[in-house]
């Protein structure tokens, strides 16, 4: 969703998320869509999500990483470690990442890592595309020991 969609949310978008399989925002686009006062947790956020009605809700936070979640589990990974040039299409990369892994029918744990792996290679690079991974290359290294663990929250 856009900044449009976020900050006054038609009926029409709303009904959209109760059929979407994946949302995917970020920290600061999931505080304008569910309008906690303060400073919410992670989780907290998560659960508020949840209500919308997708199957799987995802928020990614830069430096502090991704949480995702489903109707059985709240799951966190830390950022995949990497030199930041450019931040610039690193949630996109993520969002690619995790969708391809969950469409080729991962578990969340692999698209969660799938997500970082991807977008943690995109920010050691000026611009969008420059690297962008191959299925391969993810898988490559989502094998290796430098990727993040998954943490289970409550």
Aim: glycine share 12%; net charge neutral; hydrophobic share 40%.
């Amino acid at each position: 969703p856009g900044v449009t969609q976020l900050e006054h949310p038609t009926k029409e978008f709303l009904s959209l998320l109760r059929v979407a399989t994946i949302l995917i925002v970020n920290t600061e686009e999931a505080q304008m869509l569910v309008r906690l006062s303060g400073l919410p947790k992670p989780e907290e956020l998560i659960r508020a999500l949840r209500g919308f009605g997708a199957e799987i809700v995802v928020i990614t936070d830069g430096e502090k990483g991704a949480w995702a979640a489903d109707q059985s589990q709240i799951l966190h990974i830390n950022k995949f470690p990497g030199a930041l040039i450019d931040r610039t299409g690193a949630g996109d990369a993520f969002g690619v990442g995790f969708t391809s892994a969950i469409m080729k029918g991962h578990p969340i744990e692999m698209a969660l890592k799938w997500g970082v792996i991807n977008g943690g290679s995109v920010i050691e690079f000026f611009g969008a595309q420059d690297g962008l991974l191959s299925e391969r290359e993810v898988g490559k290294r989502s094998r290796e020991k430098v990727c993040p663990s998954i943490l289970r929250s409550s």
